[in-house]
């Protein structure tokens, strides 16, 4: 078999997108918080971009210094002291006894010379030193939290040893994730059973209350032990009858206590002012702010009005120095190129953040136009909605809509809500009439709600009770399936003795 390498032409067509066009859909992509960073990373990268502020002269005037020939008349305190053997100096001697004894003399000047040293020019602050000074201090995190406060426990070095072990196996939620044994290892460390079990009944008095519990019971039952009040009966009902209490047989459980229905309900509400997850109240806070992109605003004449927040993203504009300079053929031709690339790079970068407007102000109009219904009535009344419908009325492409909504929100009568929630599937009833799948969970959480606790629906009956809302034939299954979404537990559990 004969193997050569040949060379051959073929004529293609291919699709590729230029590096401009990336950043512009990246751009488009962009929340507003995510869009003022990069400007103000663009800002500093680019130096002929600059922010356009009102009333604000492009160039300005700078003022030069006037020479003149005079000298300037220097006042005796000013002058040279001069220390030499003459004896006719009586002026600098007066000096001197002035110096000590003027408060605003030399008793202050080392402070003042410190001080000015660590002050920028003309005044002007340190935005470093005034960024770390606004920047929020980290918050420990529960770990930290519980080593600093298992340094000052009083314990043998062993039980000490185990109790750091036992402290970096304990979750954010606040519970032990391993059993004792697992960290029982008589190579590795010095300790036994008996200290780890020692030094866990002492993790489990750090706060907060409950941490280091192994199960939701011992976490409840460390709270009530520490609890101000008396919750005696509520430690019999979880310590005696855990399981039963999960499986919401309440009957049950009051025929062995010999008590009532109700004094357990009312047990049930105590406990449900416990923390189950005591350890997310130390530590830092990973929820991120969420800054609405579009404005919803009802008119007098029933209709709404869209708008974009932008009032906060500056106005961008090519600095008019560097622009004349780059056309000025007296400057040499590589300073030249080099104005010219960041002027096409910055107009580049304006262009797309207008698009970007253009095109999110274009897609959230096509909604409110869409889903009328919803903002007049309620989450009842949201339609589907495809992404493709709206891209054809705005004429662009569906992943430039779907680019548009990734990470917006939208404040209107309803409140704050994700731009992307508008765009979902459904299905029609029998009349013709489209629900979505958003509005089918809404009533279901509706008819949940208005049921009879003593006597709740099952699932078939859910199903009935959608179809007599309008909301058409729907599966059982799917009725399970949106329930589970909802987190609604099933008949038997929210029965109500």
Known sequence: MKMAMTGSMRLEQRMKLAPRMIASMEILQLPMLALLEKIEAELNSNPVLETAEEGADDLGEIETPVETSEEPEVSVDERELIVGDETDRADDFERLDRL??????????????????????HGETDKKLEAMQNTAAQEASLNDSLNEQWRLVDAPEPVKEAGRLIIDYIDEKGYLTVRLEQLHNKDKHTFGMEHLHAALDLVQKLEPTGVGARDLKECLL?????????????????????????????????????????EINAAIHRLSKLDTSPGLGIGRDNNHPITADIIVEPREDGGYRVRLTDTSAPNLRVNRFYAKMARDRGIDQKTREFLMQNIRSAQWFMDAIEQRKHTLLRVAEEVVEHQRDFFDKGQLYLKPLPMAAVADKVGVHIATVSR???????????????????????????????????????????????????????DDDIKKKLAESGMGDIARRTVAKYRKILNIPTARFRKKY
């Open 222 to 262: 460390l709270q009530m032990s520490q609890w101000p009040d008396d919750l005696s009966f509520e430690t019999r009902l979880v310590s005696g009858h855990w399981e039963e209490l999960l499986e919401n047989k309440l009957p049950q459980i009051a025929r062995k206590m010999k008590c009532t229905v109700e």
């Open 100 to 121: 000590e004894e003027s408060d605003d003399g030399f008793s202050d000047y080392m402070e003042s010379a410190f001080s000015g040293s660590m002050r920028q020019n």
């Open 404 to 458: 548009a909504v990734a990470g917006k929100y939208m404040q209107c009568p309803q409140g704050v809500l994700a731009l992307r929630s508008f765009f979902n599937g459904g299905m029609e009833n029998a009349e013709g009439e489209a629900h979505s799948w958003d509005a089918v969970k809404a009533m279901l959480q509706q008819i949940v709600d208005e049921e009879d606790k003593s006597d709740p629906l099952n």
